[in-house]
């Protein structure tokens, strides 16, 4: 879990789940931020399923995972999440599996009131485990975050008490929007002029 407020100041993109054409909007910021010479991606979704609040991202792995990507490798699912007791372990074996891949790291955080709903776009690295003090390694080229909760008091038990649909309503828009991007890539591999 990521706390929102340690984001470095990069510019970043931000999308509540219910807003109008977020799929095109939030699909067109991750477009814009891959390589064009991107070979393959590979979906780091950071979390746990043993908090309400910490499963955006197993979830939204397990959502992509059932999709069938093609061009698009996913770790971190309900079945096999990862989280701060594995997560290098994890990272040692992506890196060596896809060592060329483009990361893209996914997670839940915890940030104001008003920004419950919000997916987060940033270029840079994830940094898990901030809002629970935990030393972990960094994780990806850009991250997703999704606001769950309220951050500033008590996070283990505000993770613990998130509405379970709020974090189902963003991971299906996020696995949805990931398998978008992996129709996309898929035909710029086909058709690799038109691409972009």
Not at 79 to 108: G, S, T
Not at 117 to 134: M, T
Not at 149 to 163: A, C, K, P, W
Request: glycine share 8%; net charge neutral.
């Amino acid at each position: 879990m990521n706390l929102k407020s340690r984001f470095s100041g990069k510019k970043e993109g931000r999308f509540h789940f219910n807003d109008e054409g977020i799929n095109k909007q939030l699909g067109t910021g991750i477009w814009n931020l891959l390589p064009e010479d991107v070979k393959e991606i590979v979906i780091v979704c950071v979390g746990t399923d043993r908090s309400t609040g910490d499963s955006l991202g197993p979830l939204t792995g397990t959502l992509l995972n059932e999709k069938n990507t093609k061009m698009i490798s996913v770790y971190g699912t309900l079945e096999e999440p990862i989280h701060a007791v594995n997560l290098e372990e994890k990272m040692a074996l992506i890196h060596q599996e896809h060592p060329e891949a483009f990361i893209i790291a996914i997670d839940a955080c915890l940030g104001r009131v008003n920004s419950i709903g919000s997916i987060v776009l940033a270029p840079g690295p994830l940094k898990p485990g901030a809002a629970l003090k935990k030393p972990l390694p960094d994780v990806g080229d850009i991250h997703l975050t999704g606001v769950v909760n309220v951050s500033g008091y008590m996070e283990f038990f505000v993770l613990q008490n998130t509405r379970l649909n709020t974090v189902m309503q963003m991971a299906r828009k996020l696995s949805d929007v990931l398998y978008q991007l992996d129709k996309k890539l898929t035909q710029a591999k086909v058709y690799p002029l038109e691409a972009r």
